[in-house]
């Protein structure tokens, strides 16, 4: 990981953000839909009444939204009211609209009189939304003529169809679609090994996602606008495919959903 001013190491949850504890800051960039990630957490923090996160910028940083009594900025992340975090939210939707690329804007004071710490998020084309966790400017070339950056893939099994079929796939989240990359094989059939799949859902097929941390492994659910978008992939509903990933991921799965919600606002 690339190290920054102070004692900051640099993370990601859609954008680029750091801890920068010698000049109390809390350091973000990274384009306009990366950065509105943060929004996107504030409002569905308020909204829910729990705590957001936590986002690790290492083992013993980590960046926090939670609801609290009085608003304020901290060492751990941003905490107040639901309607002090909403027009957070606001103001850094309306912030990113009105600056421009290569620029950067602070909150402090005008949210919290008594922040502790401020919030400084820099507006920047060099990014794109979604990166490697843990890197920076790292990319991934796919079958195609683009180059994206992404998340890792990860691993996980067909949640209906685990105990009938024995299955296995790499999930990974781009810019534009997620792509599944799957075998299937029936455990009474006697095959040699089983031919890899490959699913493309485009992010405009896609209606919603929800995430479950799960007992035994994180459960991602996916449902798409149509069914005929899920041909191609072993589901029992119309419409709904429900995948189980490594109990090992949860966190970072979670973090992936995150990104993966804030492109479905975008893109909606």
Not at 68 to 79: C, F, L, S
Not at 107 to 114: G, K, L, R, W
């Amino acid at each position: 990981m690339n190290t920054v001013e102070g004692d900051a190491v640099w993370a990601v949850f859609g954008c680029h953000f750091a801890a920068d504890s010698r000049h109390r800051v809390w350091r973000f960039k990274g384009s306009r839909t990366g950065l509105s990630v943060l929004s996107y957490l504030l409002m569905r923090t308020a909204g829910a009444g729990v705590p957001s996160g936590p986002f690790h910028c290492d083992a013993d940083r980590r960046f926090t939204i939670r609801v609290w009594e009085r608003p304020g900025i901290d060492d751990e992340g941003v905490y107040g009211p639901p309607d002090a975090l909403t027009r957070l939210a606001s103001f850094i939707e309306t912030r990113l609209a009105e600056v421009d690329n290569e620029t950067e804007f602070r909150v402090d004071t005008e949210f919290a009189p008594d922040a502790e710490y401020s919030l400084v998020l820099r507006v920047t084309d060099d990014l794109r939304p979604i990166s490697p966790v843990g890197t920076v400017g790292d990319e991934t070339e796919r079958g195609s003529t683009q180059q994206l950056d992404q998340l890792p893939a990860f691993q996980f099994h067909f949640y209906d169809f685990e105990d009938e079929v024995e299955s296995q796939g790499l999930f990974t989240l781009a810019e534009d679609a997620v792509y599944l990359e799957f075998h299937l094989k029936d455990e009474d059939a006697d095959t040699p090994l089983p031919v890899v799949h490959e699913k493309v859902l485009p992010l405009e097929d896609i209606a919603s996602v929800t995430f479950k941390r799960g007992v035994i492994g994180p459960i991602v659910t996916i449902h798409t606008h149509t069914a005929t978008a899920l041909g191609g992939l072993p589901t029992k509903q119309l419409g709904r495919v429900k995948l189980r990933f490594k109990r090992k991921d949860r966190d970072e799965v979670e973090r992936m959903v995150t990104v993966l919600d804030s492109l479905l606002e975008q893109e909606n």
